[in-house]
């Protein structure tokens, strides 16, 4: 029989034989031949597993079905890397360490299998037992649906936050409100009195200021100056602030340094529209230089960022890029 039917081992041994290695060298060379084997093996089959992170993030993405309708890419939507993903928001059991949890239940970019995808954004953020929705996305069915999908009540959100007064942003709220919920409603001063006047006789309505506090660790960035003017959700957290954006119209980079300096604390992610569909690589590519001389270390774009931008940002911050669309969760150590 010739040697290319033999097993790696088998193969091996017998050489170490002809070679007339004593039996004792051959147990260790074996030993050590298995080893190197088992780590091709392993390169192989892309079976090492990464280093610890602290952010949970959703695995794998579905193929996206929703283009940018600004401008549609040229290029795939980026291919996600495997993580660890929770599914729904945990509840806080004694001994564990407390989750904020943000579940995007709104976006153009699928994510989970059973939720439903349009133009518009949202995220539902938690940290025990107080909660925030983000947003709420350009359809208040298709809101409703996803929050049920990810077994979320509407009647039990205590906080909405509206980034800025497009429709894709704030088409949900009445079909929250009319499913039971009683939140609060915090506006950028800049928001429509027409707007204003409608929900402040169905809810409480607050215009924010900058650092206002939301709920436990959750605050806002206040009103930026653009067009429209904006405003984004930060989130404190022991590793670094969350800067949650919901088309991020004054410039995402001019948003994450106004939350940087005005809570005195260095980006740990930021996630959410980024309003770069249009932008030129060349663009895209000072804006993530920017994120990198601010110190951001995660990145999650999605719903108005763009297929070409999320791409860059993918390829420009490696492992630390995190792939998102609606249903995706991550979870943060407090």
């Given at each position: 029989m010739s040697s290319e039917h033999w097993s790696g081992i088998d193969f091996f041994i017998l050489m170490l034989t002809r070679c007339r290695v004593s039996t004792r060298s051959i147990i260790k060379l074996t030993v050590i031949g298995l080893s190197i084997l088992s780590g091709l093996s392993a390169c192989q089959t892309g079976s090492f597993s990464s280093s610890a992170n602290p952010l949970s993030k959703a695995a794998e993405p579905l193929q996206q079905e929703d283009s940018d309708p600004v401008a549609a890419s040229e290029t795939p939507p980026p291919t996600p890397t495997p993580q660890e993903m929770s599914e729904s928001t945990p509840q806080p059991t004694e001994g564990k360490v407390e989750m904020i949890t943000i579940t995007i239940v709104f976006d153009n970019y699928p994510y989970k299998e059973g939720m439903q995808t349009a133009w518009g954004f949202s995220a539902f953020v938690t940290?025990?037992?107080q909660n925030?929705?983000?947003?709420?996305?350009?359809?208040g069915l298709m809101l409703l649906e996803n929050m049920s999908e990810m077994n979320?009540?509407?009647a039990e959100v205590q906080n909405v936050v509206l980034s800025h007064e497009h429709n894709d942003h704030t088409a949900g709220l009445q079909a929250l409100l009319s499913a039971g919920a009683d939140p609060k409603i915090y506006l950028p001063p800049s928001f429509s009195s027409s707007f204003k006047n409608k929900f402040s006789q169905q809810a409480e309505v607050i215009e924010v200021v900058p650092g206002l506090l939301i709920a436990e660790r959750i605050s806002t960035l206040g009103e930026?100056?653009?067009?429209?003017?904006e405003q984004a959700l930060v989130i404190d957290t022991p590793r670094g602030l969350v800067v949650i954006t919901g088309c991020a119209h004054p410039g995402v980079e001019k948003m994450v340094l106004a939350a940087k300096r005005q809570?005195?604390?260095?980006?740990?992610?930021?996630?959410?529209g980024f309003h770069l569909g249009s932008s030129s690589s060349y663009q895209v590519k000072n804006i993530i230089k920017e994120f990198q001389r601010i110190g951001v270390v995660h990145v999650a774009p999605c719903h108005c960022?763009?297929?070409?931008?999320i791409n860059q940002f993918r390829e420009a911050f490696g492992e630390n890029f995190i792939s998102v669309g609606a249903g995706a969760v991550i979870e943060i150590e407090s």
């Open positions: 940290y025990k037992d925030v929705l983000f947003d709420t996305g350009g359809s979320i009540n509407p930026i100056q653009g067009s429209p003017p809570f005195k604390e260095e980006i740990y992610l930021v996630m959410g960022t763009g297929d070409r931008a």
